[in-house]
């Protein structure tokens, strides 16, 4: 199967407080890519960051970081200090070949 | 640089009609994409061009999608005749090495189909 899970349809989080979205894969391959993008209202998706399977060190940019856990097949995203501008619909996806596999998206909503 | 342009941003069309949308990419990304994103689902491959061929649509409808990228720059995707199922945004992308840079989106045209 080529899913990718995200558990948690909503979020919500106190502004300059830490979140956590969940993500899940399956995959029988060794050599792929996870990323995350943001989905705002304006519908335009946004690369947050991105994992190359095979580095171990997890990636980070800024106040976004990832935990990458290649075994379980998770790579969750952290954000910190969380903004209002955060607030939109974050997808997971897993990059193999030619393809992306998204997840069905989590809406988070950063809280004044 | 310039994003990813497409139009219309909205569309509303009787079920049974036709409906084209466009897309055009960065300049110099080689390869395009068009996505199907259902309310409540994440965006789903229709179709994958490098430069003006085809390289996947395995999972475009080809009874009544179809979709042409001329001279390897802009694109044209079209429904007909459309379904009530077709309620979507379709989402444009381009890229420029391919999936490990990931894409740039546009900001999609939302379809309705009543």
């Known amino acids: 199967a080529q899913t990718v899970t995200q558990s948690q349809p909503e979020m919500s989080v106190q502004e300059a407080e830490t979140v956590t979205l969940s993500c899940t894969y399956d995959?029988?391959?060794?050599?792929?890519?996870l990323f995350w993008y943001k989905q705002p209202p304006s519908r335009q998706m946004i690369l947050v960051i991105r994992?190359?399977?095979?580095?171990?060190q997890n990636a980070t940019e800024n106040r976004f970081s990832v935990n990458f856990q290649k075994a379980a097949k998770s790579f969750s995203l952290k954000i910190s200090d969380s903004q209002l501008g955060d607030t939109a619909m974050y997808f997971c996806a897993r990059g193999t070949g030619n393809q992306f596999y998204f997840g069905t998206g989590t809406s988070l909503t950063v809280i004044p | 640089e310039a994003g990813v342009a497409q139009s219309p941003r909205y569309k509303i069309i009787e079920k049974r009609q036709s409906v084209a949308f466009w897309c055009n990419p960065i300049s110099g990304h080689a390869t395009l994409y068009w996505y199907q994103q259902i309310l409540g689902q994440g965006p789903k491959l229709l179709i994958q061009f490098q430069n003006n061929g085809v390289v996947d649509d395995s999972q475009l409808p080809k009874d009544r999608f179809s979709a042409e990228r001329l001279k390897g720059v802009d694109s044209t995707l079209k429904i007909q005749p459309a379904k009530l199922e077709d309620s979507a945004v379709y989402l444009c992308a381009s890229s420029l090495g391919g999936l490990p840079e990931g894409y740039t989106f546009g900001s999609g045209t939302r379809l309705t189909v009543v």
């Open positions: 995959t029988s391959e060794s050599n792929y890519y």
């Open positions: 994992q190359e399977a095979y580095k171990q």
